[in-house]
């Protein structure tokens, strides 16, 4: 098993069509558990952490461009990006422990394909977009779009995550995640819910993007719940309304974490909890064109 | 004075700068390397076996199978586990050999140059097996038609082992009760996740003997099985035990012991002298040791309008698994704990084990107290609960006391003091607990905003636990001392103390230490120990039954006393031998249970206050106030540890850890999924609460401790549970779904 380590997105595609057998890696915080248990070791292995793109995090002025290498730690440090967008630095800032995320990386937590993984909700709520690089050169997929499975995604053999794009917030908009382990650490989601809430000036719901994770294949939006909340303000009615239709959009299974009827339930309850959560941030946002230069 | 004070423990340096050695850390570079092959089989029978293509594999040196051990039979406290599972053996067991009843039974042990060729070996073994009906559970071995997992009992039956205990009148308790509270409980699975997985080597020591280092809880033992199998004359048989990495009854049955010392004796008639290592993985360690045992228990407790109780009607069934290990003990403290710590006028209680496929149950931290004090306290609450009296009070009223005749109807040991404890954790829960020196974790905070399904509970137990072995068990404790000095000198400059208990990390030896430095009059650093070596120290009985300080103590005062009788003799050195008898126990009658069971105990009371998530089902314990008399803290920071520790498993035990069994194998063999808890899991405040209120016959009044956290968490918490939510569980642990789903089930709250 070979170790190669480009240095720029171009040599790292040369690299992969030369290598068809090559398993791409950020972290190793799944591969290297992966090949410990057993899996075939694959021909080599791709480093992009030393491609400078992907271990980035800038204000590009309309947008965020995070490198999908870099380590979570570098994003939950980031005050800025953690004043605009909480929901998500915090789903970066639950993946494995404090150590793991000195190595983690949203680009591997998204691209390992885990139905459970952490960052994906949060990344779909807020609209991010991928940028992949690859043979055909570059492309731009949203982030929902992009597993198809336990295990699974849309990328082409030769195909990599470079970085992913994050506009910027709109006044009075808040994000969160909530995540669901029997535990306090160190687990995997029995359930996930990312939400975001931008609220218009009368406090009613103007958009809403609410999306579950650990509960079907792979992490998805739940439209009824988003449909439920446009246009109407936060209470009892749409609250209940979107508890229910986040535990209808559940296609779980039954494992050693969870039964289905427990995921279903408290999938419910965690959208709820987390539109509840993201409308306060909205509220009390202090995003928007009045103030980018403070926050940013 | 060392007793009573809190000395630097003797093994923190070497723990802390890391250059202790536990068994792995004592297998040289050039050791060969041993892999045990499990059957892999719940329940079947061996029809062939060929090792051949395992023993010429690149860098095997031999494989061992059934043939090689000279009696092919072990168990600590019933010989009915063969050493290796095969199609043939020397025949000096009647316990059929060629059936796997268990999945890790041993079926081989490859010995190779390195790890990669015995991995490479194990998998070369060609096994053929007719399937068996494996028997999951005690529901399928007690159906009519199971077939026997040991037909060579004699019994007919798989239910191998029953207690009895008849005392009173029943119809009379009955026709008394003005209250009558009836529930059938289930109690779970734990494993006992010690850091330091099995691991062990073998070699001849240079007086020819087999020597063992490995892991353990009572080398004398370890040394009897591995003679007994290789039928050798123990005093031709050595163990050793290194730094032990926790034990908590996991290491009180044999696990490689006595694999290892085969390996090592044949390969030395074979002409191969290097040592033999084998470490366990996580993994092999879960799936390859047993667990604490699950159950069922059915209980019937009546009382009168005042709370007294008048009846107890009781019958439980552990799930002993394949093998013995210790179920037939540990069903015993079962037995006596399921009438609770109380006066009890009338009780017809029986216990059964049972022999199924699944995991061995065997010995734990309170060793089937836990099991039975859950019940006996969820049963005292209901009874609270009914008669609308306080729990505190309702304790009050029935608690045993000085005089008090137990449940098999003899008196109890003078130094009964469960009522102080009760009066005193109640005291101690009344009052807000001591600020916090900093900012409490916030570990639910991942989920959310949950205010208005938050609900505060709190909830309240007790029990007691035997110290040291019960029912006519030959007690014993010894220990060496031998004092130096001059001809001329009027007190010793320094000692020796030699003693085989085993430190598994609880401070043993520290507290030894500190026992034979006060006995002397020397200070701490002038008493050096020499410890858990079969060739240089007499038998200590086990770490297990809370019961090694008391025993160790009561020796070493003994050995103390003799060394001094021989200073003052003018022996230099003067050495003094001890061995300590407690008094006699008895074994429970086989039809009413009377018995004399024990000679001393301890007692422990927890008062616990917890919030549950209605949402998700999530339980954070924020305060446990665990009571305890331990007749005198020989090390107060230790016994602090003791309590602190066995509140965290305890926890687990009630709330997180769900080993995973289907079809009698284990599901859940990892970390990762059977989930012990993490720092910031536990209660968010411990109140370790000590009493020392003299046992009369412990050393300077010291009662065991080390089991009692354990005992009475679980109903603690599901009488808090209870509180805040009006629903009681009978069932745990209490994870979040199973939570959640009683909730639902009972439409509240």
């Given at each position: 098993?070979?170790?190669?380590?480009?240095?720029?997105v171009?040599?790292?595609t040369?690299?992969?069509?030369?290598?068809?057998?090559?398993?791409?890696?950020?972290g190793a915080t799944?591969?290297?558990?992966?090949?410990?248990a057993?899996?075939?070791?694959?021909?080599?292995?791709?480093?992009?952490?030393?491609i400078?793109?992907?271990?980035?995090?800038?204000?590009?002025?309309?947008?965020?461009?995070?490198?999908?290498?870099t380590a979570?730690?570098?994003?939950?440090?980031?005050?800025?990006l953690?004043?605009?967008?909480?929901g998500?630095?915090?789903?970066?800032?639950?993946?494995g422990?404090d150590?793991?995320?000195s190595?983690a990386?949203?680009?591997g937590n998204?691209?390992?394909?885990?139905?459970a993984?952490?960052?994906?909700?949060a990344?779909i709520?807020n609209?991010?977009?991928?940028?992949?690089?690859g043979p055909?050169?570059t492309?731009?997929?949203?982030v929902?779009d992009?597993?198809?499975?336990p295990?699974?995604?849309?990328?082409q053999?030769g195909?990599?995550?470079?970085?992913?794009?994050?506009?910027?917030?709109?006044?009075?908009?808040?994000?969160?995640y909530?995540r669901?382990i029997?535990?306090?650490?160190?687990?995997?989601?029995v359930v996930?819910?990312?939400?975001?809430?931008t609220?218009?000036d009368?406090?009613?719901?103007a958009?809403?993007t609410?999306?579950?994770?650990a509960?079907?294949?792979?992490?998805?939006?739940?439209?009824?719940?988003?449909?439920?909340?446009?246009?109407?303000p936060?209470?009892?009615?749409?609250?209940?309304?979107?508890a229910e239709a986040?535990?209808?959009?559940?296609n779980?299974?039954?494992?050693?974490r969870?039964?289905?009827?427990?995921?279903?339930?408290?999938?419910?309850?965690?959208?709820?909890?987390a539109?509840?959560?993201?409308a306060e941030?909205?509220a009390?946002?202090?995003n928007?064109?009045?103030?980018?230069g403070?926050?940013? | 004075m060392?007793?009573?004070g809190?000395?630097?423990?003797?093994?923190?340096?070497?723990?802390?700068?890391g250059?202790?050695?536990?068994?792995?850390?004592?297998?040289?570079?050039?050791a060969?390397?041993?892999k045990v092959?499990f059957?892999?089989?719940a329940?079947?029978r061996?029809?062939?076996?060929?090792?051949?293509?395992?023993?010429?594999?690149?860098?095997v040196?031999a494989?061992f199978?059934?043939?090689d051990?000279?009696?092919?039979?072990y168990g600590l406290?019933?010989?009915?586990?063969?050493v290796?599972?095969?199609?043939?053996?020397?025949?000096?067991?009647?316990?059929?050999?060629?059936v796997?009843?268990w999945?890790?039974?041993?079926l081989?042990?490859?010995?190779?140059?390195?790890?990669?060729?015995?991995?490479?070996a194990?998998a070369?073994?060609v096994?053929?097996?007719e399937p068996l009906?494996v028997?999951?559970?005690?529901?399928e071995?007690?159906a009519p038609?199971?077939p026997?997992?040991h037909?060579?009992?004699?019994?007919?039956h798989?239910?191998?082992t029953?207690y009895?205990i008849?005392?009173?009148?029943?119809?009379?308790g009955?026709?008394?009760a003005?209250?009558v509270?009836?529930?059938t409980?289930?109690v779970p699975?734990?494993?006992?996740?010690?850091?330091?997985p099995?691991?062990?080597?073998?070699?001849i020591?240079?007086?020819?003997r087999?020597?063992?280092?490995?892991?353990?809880?009572?080398?004398?033992?370890d040394?009897e099985?591995?003679?007994?199998?290789l039928?050798?004359p123990?005093?031709e048989?050595?163990?050793?035990?290194?730094a032990?990495?926790?034990?908590?009854?996991?290491r009180?049955?044999t696990?490689?012991?006595i694999?290892?010392?085969?390996?090592?004796?044949?390969l030395?008639?074979?002409g191969?002298?290097?040592?033999?290592?084998?470490?366990?993985?996580?993994e092999?360690?879960?799936?390859?040791?047993?667990?604490?045992?699950?159950?069922?228990?059915?209980?019937r407790?009546?009382?009168?309008?005042?709370?007294?109780?008048t009846?107890?009607?009781?019958?439980?069934?552990?799930?002993?698994?394949g093998?013995?290990?210790?179920?037939?003990?540990?069903?015993g403290n079962?037995?006596?704990?399921?009438?609770g710590?109380?006066?009890?006028?009338?009780?017809?209680?029986?216990?059964?084990?049972?022999?199924?496929?699944a995991?061995?149950?065997?010995?734990?931290r309170?060793f089937?107290?836990?099991?039975?004090a859950?019940?006996?306290?969820?049963q005292?609450n209901?009874?609270?609960?009914?008669?609308g009296?306080?729990?505190?009070e309702i304790?009050?009223?029935?608690?045993l006391r000085?005089g008090?005749?137990?449940i098999?109807?003899t008196?109890?040991?003078?130094g009964?003091?469960?009522?102080?404890v009760v009066e005193?954790?109640?005291?101690?829960?009344?009052?807000?607990?001591?600020?916090?020196?900093?900012?409490?974790?916030?570990?639910?905070?991942?989920?959310?905003?949950?205010?208005?399904?938050?609900r505060?509970?709190?909830?309240?137990?007790?029990a007691?636990?035997?110290v040291g072995?019960?029912?006519?068990?030959?007690?014993?404790?010894?220990?060496?001392i031998?004092?130096?000095?001059a001809?001329g000198?009027?007190a010793?400059h320094?000692a020796d103390l030699f003693h085989?208990g085993?430190?598994?990390?609880?401070g043993?030896h520290?507290?030894?230490?500190?026992?034979?430095a006060?006995?002397l009059?020397l200070?701490?650093e002038?008493?050096?120990?020499?410890?858990?070596d079969t060739?240089i120290?007499?038998d200590?009985?086990?770490a297990?039954?809370s019961?090694l300080?008391?025993?160790a103590?009561?020796a070493i005062?003994?050995a103390?006393?003799?060394?001094?009788?021989a200073?003052?003799n003018?022996?230099?050195?003067?050495?003094?031998?001890?061995?300590?008898?407690?008094?006699p126990?008895?074994?429970?009658?086989p039809?009413?249970?009377?018995?004399?069971p024990?000679?001393?105990?301890?007692?422990?009371?927890?008062?616990?206050?917890?919030?549950?998530?209605?949402?998700?089902g999530?339980?954070?314990?924020?305060?446990?106030?665990?009571t305890?008399?331990?007749?005198?803290?020989?090390?107060p920071?230790?016994?602090?540890?003791q309590i602190?520790g066995?509140?965290?498993?305890?926890?687990?035990?009630?709330?997180?850890?769900d080993l995973?069994?289907?079809?009698?194998?284990?599901?859940t063999?990892r970390?990762?999924?059977?989930?012990?808890?993490?720092i910031?899991?536990g209660?968010?405040?411990?109140?370790p609460l000590?009493?020392?209120?003299?046992?009369?016959?412990?050393?300077?009044?010291?009662r065991?401790?080390a089991?009692m956290?354990?005992?009475t968490?679980?109903p603690a918490?599901?009488?808090?549970?209870?509180?805040?939510?009006?629903v009681?569980?009978?069932?745990?642990?209490?994870?979040?779904s199973?939570?959640?789903?009683?909730?639902?089930?009972s439409?509240?709250p």
């Amino acid at each position: 098993m070979k170790y190669l380590a480009p240095k720029t997105v171009e040599e790292a595609t040369t690299l992969l069509a030369e290598h068809p057998g090559a398993t791409v890696f950020a972290g190793a915080t799944d591969v290297i558990p992966q090949l410990k248990a057993g899996r075939p070791e694959p021909e080599a292995l791709v480093d992009l952490k030393k491609i400078s793109q992907a271990v980035s995090v800038s204000d590009e002025g309309g947008h965020w461009s995070i490198g999908a290498a870099t380590a979570t730690a570098k994003l939950t440090g980031n005050k800025a990006l953690a004043a605009e967008f909480p929901g998500l630095v915090e789903a970066a800032g639950l993946i494995g422990s404090d150590q793991v995320q000195s190595r983690a990386t949203l680009g591997g937590n998204l691209c390992n394909a885990s139905p459970a993984a952490d960052s994906v909700p949060a990344m779909i709520a807020n609209g991010m977009r991928a940028v992949i690089a690859g043979p055909g050169g570059t492309r731009t997929v949203a982030v929902e779009d992009i597993p198809t499975g336990p295990g699974s995604t849309q990328l082409q053999p030769g195909e990599f995550v470079v970085s992913f794009e994050l506009d910027h917030a709109p006044a009075r908009t808040g994000d969160a995640y909530l995540r669901l382990i029997p535990r306090t650490e160190m687990d995997i989601a029995v359930v996930g819910a990312g939400v975001r809430i931008t609220l218009d000036d009368a406090g009613n719901v103007a958009s809403a993007t609410v999306a579950i994770g650990a509960v079907a294949p792979t992490a998805r939006r739940v439209p009824a719940a988003e449909e439920a909340l446009v246009g109407n303000p936060i209470n009892d009615t749409t609250l209940a309304a979107v508890a229910e239709a986040a535990s209808a959009a559940c296609n779980p299974i039954d494992d050693k974490r969870g039964t289905i009827a427990y995921r279903r339930q408290v999938a419910g309850v965690l959208a709820r909890r987390a539109v509840v959560a993201a409308a306060e941030r909205a509220a009390a946002s202090t995003n928007g064109a009045s103030n980018n230069g403070e926050t940013r | 004075m060392s007793v009573g004070g809190t000395p630097r423990r003797i093994d923190s340096e070497g723990k802390v700068t890391g250059v202790t050695e536990y068994p792995a850390d004592r297998i040289p570079p050039d050791a060969l390397v041993a892999k045990v092959v499990f059957t892999n089989q719940a329940h079947a029978r061996l029809t062939s076996l060929d090792v051949r293509a395992a023993e010429v594999t690149p860098g095997v040196v031999a494989v061992f199978t059934a043939p090689d051990v000279p009696v092919n039979v072990y168990g600590l406290t019933l010989p009915d586990q063969p050493v290796f599972v095969g199609t043939s053996h020397t025949g000096r067991t009647d316990v059929p050999c060629d059936v796997s009843r268990w999945e890790a039974d041993h079926l081989a042990l490859v010995v190779a140059e390195t790890a990669h060729a015995a991995d490479q070996a194990a998998a070369a073994i060609v096994a053929t097996w007719e399937p068996l009906p494996v028997l999951g559970d005690i529901d399928e071995a007690m159906a009519p038609g199971a077939p026997l997992l040991h037909p060579e009992n004699g019994l007919g039956h798989n239910v191998y082992t029953t207690y009895n205990i008849r005392k009173g009148d029943m119809a009379a308790g009955w026709a008394a009760a003005a209250a009558v509270v009836e529930a059938t409980y289930e109690v779970p699975y734990q494993e006992h996740a010690y850091l330091q997985p099995e691991a062990g080597m073998a070699y001849i020591d240079d007086h020819g003997r087999v020597t063992v280092e490995i892991a353990g809880q009572w080398t004398h033992e370890d040394r009897e099985q591995i003679a007994h199998a290789l039928d050798l004359p123990e005093d031709e048989i050595r163990v050793i035990y290194p730094a032990i990495g926790g034990a908590f009854g996991g290491r009180e049955d044999t696990s490689l012991q006595i694999v290892l010392a085969l390996a090592a004796w044949r390969l030395h008639q074979r002409g191969e002298h290097r040592p033999v290592g084998c470490v366990w993985s996580r993994e092999e360690s879960i799936v390859g040791h047993h667990k604490r045992h699950r159950g069922r228990i059915q209980a019937r407790w009546g009382a009168d309008a005042e709370g007294r109780i008048t009846a107890v009607e009781s019958e439980a069934w552990l799930d002993a698994g394949g093998y013995n290990y210790t179920s037939n003990k540990v069903l015993g403290n079962l037995h006596l704990g399921q009438g609770g710590p109380y006066e009890v006028p009338n009780a017809q209680v029986t216990s059964h084990a049972v022999y199924t496929n699944a995991v061995p149950g065997g010995a734990f931290r309170g060793f089937g107290g836990p099991q039975s004090a859950y019940v006996a306290e969820c049963q005292m609450n209901k009874l609270a609960e009914a008669l609308g009296l306080d729990p505190v009070e309702i304790r009050r009223r029935n608690v045993l006391r000085d005089g008090s005749i137990g449940i098999t109807q003899t008196p109890m040991p003078d130094g009964v003091t469960i009522a102080q404890v009760v009066e005193a954790c109640a005291a101690a829960a009344s009052t807000p607990p001591p600020a916090s020196p900093s900012e409490p974790f916030t570990p639910f905070a991942t989920l959310g905003p949950a205010a208005g399904d938050l609900r505060r509970g709190r909830g309240f137990a007790c029990a007691f636990k035997n110290v040291g072995f019960s029912f006519g068990f030959p007690e014993r404790c010894e220990a060496e001392i031998v004092l130096h000095g001059a001809v001329g000198d009027d007190a010793p400059h320094g000692a020796d103390l030699f003693h085989a208990g085993a430190d598994v990390g609880q401070g043993a030896h520290t507290v030894f230490t500190q026992m034979a430095a006060e006995a002397l009059g020397l200070p701490i650093e002038r008493v050096h120990g020499h410890f858990s070596d079969t060739a240089i120290t007499g038998d200590s009985g086990s770490a297990s039954a809370s019961r090694l300080t008391w025993m160790a103590g009561n020796a070493i005062l003994g050995a103390a006393e003799e060394a001094d009788k021989a200073w003052r003799n003018g022996d230099r050195p003067a050495v003094g031998k001890f061995r300590y008898v407690p008094p006699p126990t008895e074994a429970l009658d086989p039809e009413t249970g009377v018995c004399t069971p024990n000679f001393s105990y301890g007692y422990v009371a927890q008062a616990v206050e917890l919030t549950v998530d209605t949402g998700t089902g999530h339980i954070r314990v924020d305060r446990v106030v665990s009571t305890h008399d331990v007749g005198r803290a020989i090390n107060p920071d230790l016994v602090v540890a003791q309590i602190e520790g066995g509140v965290v498993q305890a926890h687990g035990y009630v709330l997180s850890e769900d080993l995973q069994v289907r079809d009698a194998r284990i599901q859940t063999p990892r970390l990762s999924t059977y989930l012990i808890p993490g720092i910031g899991d536990g209660p968010t405040v411990i109140e370790p609460l000590i009493l020392e209120l003299a046992d009369p016959i412990g050393p300077w009044g010291a009662r065991g401790m080390a089991e009692m956290p354990m005992m009475t968490y679980a109903p603690a918490v599901v009488a808090a549970l209870h509180d805040a939510t009006g629903v009681w569980f009978d069932a745990f642990p209490l994870t979040p779904s199973r939570v959640l789903a009683r909730l639902n089930e009972s439409g509240r709250p």
